[in-house]
């Protein structure tokens, strides 16, 4: 009975939505071993090794696995999952990508989005956007499953597993990488920021998104999102849409600038710690989810609301 | 060349969905029921194809009871040429749902097929991966731009933190996120049209696919509520709260 968690990095390193990962995939109750498939990507392996929790770490590092595309890490998936009672990973692209075709070609119906481990077969998830809860019960021998990272706590440091050379399986050779735009940024990463604040259509243009939401950002080292409307727009990039069909985050602190708070929205941020939303419409349903709602003109409270964390010395 | 596209009758996106009170599922009756967004934003990318001349036929494909053949009707009203229902009234898991479609596939021997990232019912996300698999295919997720090269077809996806390109050999399978098109309305016109437009129906038995589901549904409930706070009257209040009632700050 052993799980295998599938990890999420960039060669050099090792990213959070692993740590969270790992939390799910100790919950399973088994030994956790973790792959990581990529190249050059020691560094990502010595990462995981130091988790606590891991008692095994594999590396297959070979060219194909540099950006972990679907058709060679299924197969190297698949080529190990013999040896494993659960394939685990989290619900990033990536995991979203490479995870269903493992499943299928082991014939299993997989779990997606888990935010709950009841027992090693049962699992909550969250359907119709968020708006019901299922608990679901596995009844595959093998259970491959994805897990949504903002409903499980980062899994600490503290471990020294041993690292472990596993070998490339057969690459199809039928897709291949061509190019990426990636954002590089000094801000965190939307998943596992303490802190986001997010705009959304009323902020009008990009121009304010830079002038009203950024300084207050850098102040407090948020990382920022946007509504889907503001998204659309073309206020704000893709990569920074908070909600259902972005990204679903669960902050500390979630600040919500003229976002009305559609559901689609909500299911994206309603976890989170503490809700600030700041809105003109007072009648505005982000105002039912937010522990501090603060009713106004967002370009008047931006401002002061910089001068304020400025006072407060953040 | 020859498209694919897969389209699921769902709960209409306006709908606010309620929990049945016993827990055995979400209220289905009387509730209003279109095709997928995602599905939708497949049909209008495989229309586009056809309409730039790279395709030559458009298939629309869906697996759901009678009424499914209302969801192919609205994409033979956008532009797809033919349908076939596959008629059952199981609740069919993607795993199944990819099965049925595989066996469509080496029915029809589409060279390219499209699907939604994920339906908005289930948000399973999963099925087009899976297809993927069962046929051996390589598959471009959450398609932010497709480029249809000769025998090939470049994809840009969208994934954490911003794009990727991938290059597939086809046939392949592409599967269509928010922002790769944003479908037509079908015209009056279009709709009496595709009245005419052929209609097959088999269902999973024929085509010899084992529904049967793997996991069992426990309960449905309705999420945990958050309650509304409180409002505050100015940003120093605001910022003195996250301070010391909250500690965020």
New interface residues.
Partial sequence: MTTLLIAEHDNAQLKDSTHKALSAAAALGAPVHVLVAGSNARAAAEAASKLAGVEKVLLADAAPYE?Q???PT?ALIVSLAGSYDALVAPA???G??????????L???????IIKVVSPD?FER???????????????AKKVITVRTAAFPAAAEGGSAAIEAVNAAED????????????KSERP?L?SAR?IISGGRSLGSSENFTKYLEPIADS?GAAMGAS?AAV?AGYA???WQVG??G?VVAP??YIAVGISGA?QHLAGM?DS????AINKD?EAPI?????????GDLFT?LP??KD??TR?G? | MKLLVCVKRV?DYNV??R?KPDGSG?ELANIKMSMNPFDEIAVEEAVRLKEQGKATEIVAVSIGPQQAGETIRTALAMGADRGILVKTDATV???AV?KILAKVVEQEKPDLIILGKQA???????????????L???????A?KVAMGEGSI?VT?????????????LP?IVTTD??LNEPRYASLPNIMKAKKKPLDETSPETLGVDVA???????????GG?K?????G???E??S???VE?G??
């Fill in positions: 950006h595309l679907a058709e299924a990033t692209s990536k979203k990508n490479v995870m269903p075709r493992v499943a299928a070609l014939d299993v119906m997989q779990v997606s989005d049962t969250p359907i119709y956007a968020g708006n019901a809860i299922q608990t679901v019960q596995a009844t595959d199809s050779g039928l897709s291949s990488f061509k190019g990426e735009e990636i954002a990463e998943t802190i407090l889907r659309d990039p893709n990569d259902q069909t990204k500390d602190l559901i309603k710690k503490v809700i600030v007072e105002f039912q989810v937010a522990d501090y709602g603060l009713v409270i002061e609301l304020e964390l407060a953040q | 709960v606010k969905i929990v979400v898991e993607p795993l990819a908005i019912d289930d948000d399973s996300n999963q099925t087009g991966q899976m297809l993927a698999a069962l051996g295919w390589p598959q471009g997720t959450f932010f470049d996806r969208e994934v954490d933190g911003g794009l990727q390109t991938v290059g597939l050999k392949a928010l922002r589901p793997r996991l069992k549904v426990v309960k449905t409930v309705e999420p958050r509304a706070g409180v409002k505050v100015s940003v120093a605001l910022v709260k996250l301070k909250a965020v700050l």
